[in-house]
């Protein structure tokens, strides 16, 4: 399973009304350090499956979600549970550290 595209269109739908977790990777591709994580995101993907939900969104063309949750430098993940955020993680870090993070929203 690949992580799902969240738009400012589908970011209700998607993150506020989700019965899971979900970890959302703030992204733009012309980002070197976003491009470091990516394999790690879909790593996630793959092993949240129906635990919960990995998104990511392209700051480039979602600004509104961006400016929403302050996102000023990138890649910024945030962990949102019941429309709340739980946890921020701002630059590459390690699988772990995200893995970790998630397990604690669960």
Do not use: H
Request: hydrophobic letters at 45%; proline letters at 5%; one cysteine or more.
């Amino acid at each position: 399973m690949k992580p799902l595209t969240i738009t400012d269109d589908n970011f209700e739908a998607e993150v506020m009304n989700s019965d899971v977790p979900v970890l959302l990777d703030f992204w733009a591709a012309w980002c070197g350090p976003c491009k470091m994580i990516a394999p790690i995101v879909d790593e996630l993907a793959e092993e949240f499956e129906g635990k919960a939900k990995i998104g990511k969104v392209d700051v480039d063309t979602n600004q509104q979600t961006a400016i929403k949750y302050g996102v000023r430098s990138i890649p910024t993940v945030l962990i949102i549970k019941d429309g709340e955020v739980k946890d921020t993680v701002i630059g590459a870090v390690s699988k772990d550290t995200f893995v970790e993070k998630l397990n604690a929203a669960l």
